[in-house]
């Protein structure tokens, strides 16, 4: 059950990072990089925080960052 929390609360924050870097589409690629890197952080944080062991919240966090954002490109590539 922690997973599938801990997964929900992911998939909302890469939705986030997503509407952000939408809204700053005039930033630098640096500047999308370290906001990508610290939403990583974030979103790995919290999985620690609810009870998932170091290894089990990055490989969490890594799942739910490639399952959201390649569902995000097949969404913009059939709209």
Request: one cysteine or more.
């Amino acid at each position: 059950m922690k997973i599938y929390v801990i997964g929900l609360i992911q998939i909302l924050i890469w939705s986030a990072f997503s509407l952000v870097t939408w809204l700053s589409q005039s930033d630098s690629m640096f500047a999308k990089v370290i906001l990508l890197i610290i939403f990583c952080y974030v979103a790995f944080l919290i999985a620690t925080k609810i009870g998932l062991t170091r290894k089990g919240s990055l490989l969490v966090t890594v799942i739910s960052f490639l399952c959201f954002f390649s569902f995000e490109k097949v969404f913009w590539a059939l709209t």
